[in-house]
C-alpha cells in the first residue's frame, strides 16, 4: 500500500509518519517540500502531485489551524481548509484511492450541553470552522472513499501546546486565570494516528464503514480544569518541579476576548466511531499525563 500524507511536519502529520509506517510505504510532505508540490496554498501544484503519485491512500493532515488568524486571512482558510481538500477528493474519486481527512468541533455553534453527534447540524461560529465544514462537504460531495475524523483540543508533546503554556506562566506569576466556560477533551496527536492506522486497516476489509466519525479521547473538561490537572500532575512524582502560582482563577470566555468566536460546547460523542471500529478511547487525563511524563 502506498500512502501519500499532507501536512506531516504538524502536530498530527508528525506522529502519523510513525503510525502509518508499518501499513506500507508512506511519501510524507509539507508545504515546503522541493520533490513534490505539498503546498495548499498551489491546489493545481497538489493535484500534479497525486497524479505524479498515484497514491492508494491519501491522509490530508495539512491545515490553516491558526483559528484567529483565520479571521482575517479567510481566503487562505478557504483555499487550505476547502479549495485543496477538495481537489484531493475529486483526484481520490478519479482514482479510488481512500482519502483520509480530520475535520473540527469548531464546525458547530456550541449551544448546550450535550455531546454533538454525527447527525447534529453544524453551524459554525468562526471563519475556521466555516471553511473545515466547507471542506467536509466538497470531500462528501465528491463520491470519493473517505474517513473524516472530526477532533478537537488537540495537543503533542512536540512544540508548544496549552500544558506547556500554563507551565510556563505558573513558573513566573503567582495567579493565573484560565476560561472555564469552554467544554471539550483534549486529544492527543498519537492518540489520532493511531486511531487513522487501524482505521486504513479496517477499510481495506470493511470499504462500507467509510464517512464522518468524531473521535476525541474519552470525558470532558474546560481549559480551568486541565490547567489544573496539568499543574498537579507537573508538581507530584519523582520528575516533581515547583511552581510560583498558588492560585489558578476560573474566569469565563469574555475575560479573553479574540477575534474568532468560539463554542462554548466542543463535547463531542464518539459512539459511532468506537462501534463501528471496535475501539476503546481511553480517558482525556491518560493521555495528558504522557504527555507531561514526555516533556518535565
Ligand atoms: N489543533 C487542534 O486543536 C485541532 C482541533 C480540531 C481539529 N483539528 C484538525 O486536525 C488536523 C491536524 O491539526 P494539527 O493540530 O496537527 O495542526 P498543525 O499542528 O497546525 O498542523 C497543520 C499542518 O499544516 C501545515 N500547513 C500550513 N500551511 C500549509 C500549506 N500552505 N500547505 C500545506 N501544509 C500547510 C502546517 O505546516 P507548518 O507548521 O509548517 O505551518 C502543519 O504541518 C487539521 O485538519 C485540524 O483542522 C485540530
Not at 259 to 281: E, I
Request: some cysteine.
Amino acid at each position: 500500500m502506498h500512502i501519500l500524507l499532507l501536512g506531516c511536519g504538524g502536530q498530527v502529520g508528525w506522529e502519523l509518519q510513525r503510525s502509518l509506517a508499518v501499513l506500507g510505504r508512506v511519501t510524507a510532505l509539507d508545504h515546503d517540500s522541493t520533490q513534490h508540490c505539498g503546498d495548499f496554498a498551489n491546489p493545481q501544484g497538489v493535484r500534479e502531485t497525486l497524479r505524479a503519485l498515484r497514491p492508494d491512500v491519501i491522509v490530508n493532515a495539512a491545515a490553516h489551524t491558526a483559528v484567529d488568524k483565520a479571521e482575517s486571512e479567510p481566503e487562505l482558510a478557504q483555499l487550505l481548509n476547502a479549495t485543496t481538500p477538495g481537489v484531493l477528493a475529486e483526484e481520490a474519486a478519479r482514482t479510488g484511492a481512500w482519502l483520509i481527512h480530520y475535520s473540527t468541533d469548531y464546525v458547530f455553534d456550541g449551544s448546550g450541553e450535550r455531546p454533538w453527534t454525527e447527525a447534529d447540524t453544524p453551524a459554525p461560529l468562526s471563519v475556521y470552522g466555516a471553511t473545515k465544514l466547507e471542506g467536509e462537504r466538497l470531500i462528501q460531495a465528491s463520491g470519493c472513499r473517505h474517513l473524516i475524523l472530526r477532533t478537537s483540543w488537540v495537543y503533542a508533546a512536540r512544540g508548544g501546546n496549552f500544558a506547556r503554556t500554563m507551565l510556563r506562566l505558573a513558573s513566573e506569576r503567582e495567579r493565573l486565570t484560565v476560561i472555564d466556560d469552554q467544554w471539550g477533551a483534549p486529544t492527543g496527536a498519537d492518540l489520532l494516528a493511531d486511531v487513522t492506522a487501524h482505521a486504513i486497516r479496517h477499510l481495506q476489509t470493511r470499504p462500507e464503514d467509510g464517512g464522518l466519525y468524531h473521535c476525541v479521547a474519552g470525558g470532558a473538561t474546560n481549559w480551568h480544569s486541565y490547567a489544573k490537572y496539568v499543574l498537579a500532575q507537573a508538581q507530584q512524582g519523582p520528575a516533581a518541579i515547583e511552581l510560583k502560582a498558588t492560585e489558578v482563577a476560573p474566569v469565563p470566555t469574555s475575560a479573553f476576548p479574540t477575534p474568532a468566536r468560539r463554542p462554548h460546547n466542543s463535547r463531542l460523542d464518539t459512539h459511532k466511531l468506537q462501534s463501528t471500529f471496535g475501539l476503546q478511547l481511553p480517558p482525556w487525563q491518560q493521555g495528558v499525563a504522557r504527555m507531561l511524563a514526555e516533556i518535565l
